[in-house]
């Protein structure tokens, strides 16, 4: 695997560790989190400056739609792995 994709993998990990704990202090709600990266989301959809191929908006798009699923996850009280929020991703997507 690319250096750059484990080092993303971890980045992400680390940010839906960041999110829970923003939540467990009670600093924003998960629904406040949640709404925050479907604004980036969002933005991204609608950026009109680049066209992207698919498979492009996909990839950018995989953070954000990977926090979200660990968001919903910790509201559950659940985890789980990143091979786990990836797959799920894949087949939402």
């Not at 993998?9 to 467990?24: F, N, Q, R, T, V």
């Not at 959809?45 to 498979?55: P, Q």
């Not at 492009?56 to 699923?69: E, G, H, T």
């Amino acid at each position: 695997m690319n250096t750059a994709n484990l080092q993303l993998k971890g980045l992400i990990m680390a940010m839906a560790s960041i999110c829970d704990a923003i939540a467990e202090k009670e600093l924003l709600t998960r629904e406040e989190i949640n709404a925050a990266l479907s604004k980036a989301q969002k933005a991204i959809e609608e950026d009109d400056d680049h066209e992207l191929s698919g498979a492009n908006l996909a990839a950018i798009l995989f953070p954000i739609r990977v926090l979200k699923l660990a968001g919903d996850a910790g509201r559950k009280g659940e985890g789980a792995t990143f091979s786990d929020y990836a797959k799920l991703v894949g087949k939402l997507s």
